[in-house]
């Protein structure tokens, strides 16, 4: 369940055609399984933090005296936070599937909690009285967040034939995971002053 906050400007340009902006910023809460190859299920809890800014095409199918009602598409760009102390455990997790040597290596992993995000935003619309909006909103986002990276090449030097010092990789070590929420299902209520 995603709830949040949008403020912005919109403005018709015929009473059946319009554009708006606005920033958003959104919170949700997420129950999700991690699986991997080298890693046991694990349930896991976080709280997403989404904001961003946004730019509506709005058509009214309907228009009357004081009401309206309509849709819209649009395209939003902005960021994932993600919160949790579940991420940590799956931190853990990780650190029980490496080497004690491969995790002196990547000095822990280092866990990236924001990440771009870019959403198409598709809904219907209502308005009545001019002023009172409601809204239902299907948003789609096209990226996932990465939630742990950390990458590392160790490079041993050796000599060739000719006595040249040459460097070649000898060990490359990489974890990650990719949290990602494919979609929200919203409900507004907005106001036009």
Known sequence: MDYGFVAGYKLFVTPYFGLRAYANINVAHLAFEARGESLPNTKANATMLNYGANVDLLGNFVVMRDSSFGGFVGLGIGANTWL??????????????????????????????????????????????????????????????????????EYQKKQNNAGKEIAYLNKQIEANTTIYNPYSILLRYTYSF
């Not at 949790?84 to 002196?104: F, P, R, V």
């Open 84 to 153: 949790g102390k579940d991420l940590d455990k799956l931190k853990g997790i990780y650190e029980t599937n490496l080497s004690a040597q491969d995790i002196a290596l990547l000095d822990g992993l280092k866990r990236n909690t924001t990440s771009f995000d870019m959403a198409l935003n598709v809904g219907l619309r209502g308005t009545l009285q001019k002023v009172h909006g409601v809204e239902i909103a299907f948003r789609v986002s096209f990226f996932g967040s990465r939630a742990f990276y950390e990458y590392y090449d």
